[in-house]
């Protein structure tokens, strides 16, 4: 291994706390995008003090609850506000993108805050078709072209070779750590080819947890960036001082997923007192099995099933996502969080 892919590797195993934080920046009914990447940046302050390892935001489009669709600017907004946690996107969707445009964006980002940015990378489009053209315009490149730019990104991150005649600048030489994001088995098997941390996204795609995961181990390729694999499994978190008033605020999320699934994407509702009035029982079955990956409830309820989540699943990491309707309730649940996942560090992997 040489130097440079040994300082890459020691990015995810110095780290002794198992917790980070997926952050959607939504817009909630009645604000604003300003007021989101402002909460979000509040948010991260707050995770940086409780001892998070990593703040990552998201790429999505063409969504009006959704304030990170310029993900690098916001990560940027974030990276300005806090001095120690690592910021990063969970993630950039490649597709939609030349490499050497994120290369030259993120490498901007590390020659400002160095040691402290990510990149975690996806293959989907996060958005819809339309959007998605609207996006690429006359790119070529697409989802089956997603192992090749893989690999042409991170070549723009290490050093210049003879002959190269183009150059990411700000990038070269900044070794971005990249992680492969995924919710389903292709993540995974490119993740272990590449010998790259995979990040799971299991908080809003479950069926394939297990499988990605021992795919992901069985096919691990030690790598110059990572010498062995390395786990990160986002899971939707909401912790309050009792259950049903977890219960209650959780409903603010699940009237969001069902407005997304079924084409009426919108800013956060607020929580309702009634959730089971709100659809007929085919929607409830579906919530039931796309957040089948989430703790919610009081602080014991929530230590309990992060234990059980980490015990199963074996994470290096677990990345907690939560919708919120208000801006008090995220911080108090990532406090409870915290608190609830203190001894996750002295599970076995």
Sequence with gaps: MTDHGAARALTYREEVTRLSVLDLSPIRQGSDAGQALRDSRDLAVHAERLGYVRFWLAEHHNMPGVASAATAVAIGYVAEGTSTIRVGAGGIMLPNHAPLVIAEQFGTLASLYPGRIDLGIGRAPGTDPVTAHALRRTLVGDVDDFPQSVLELMAYFDDPQPGQRVHAVPGEGTRVPVIVLGSSTYGARLAAALGLPFAFASHFAPADLDIALRLYREGFQPSE???????????????????????????????????????????????????????????????????????????????????????????????VASQLFSHEHRVRSLELTAAGGAGLAHLPA
């Design 225 to 319: 960036e990572l010498p062995e694999p390395y786990v990160i499994v986002g899971l939707t978190v909401l912790a309050a001082p009792t259950d049903d008033e977890a219960l209650h605020l959780f409903t603010s999320a699940q009237q969001g997923f069902v407005n997304l699934r079924t084409g009426r994407p919108g800013p956060l509702p607020p929580p309702v007192d009634d959730l089971a009035a709100l659809y007929p029982p085919q929607v409830h079955l579906l919530l039931d099995e796309v957040l089948s990956r989430s703790v919610v409830g009081s602080p014991e309820t929530v230590a309990a099933g992060l234990a059980a989540f980490a015990a199963r699943t074996g994470a290096d990491e677990i990345i």
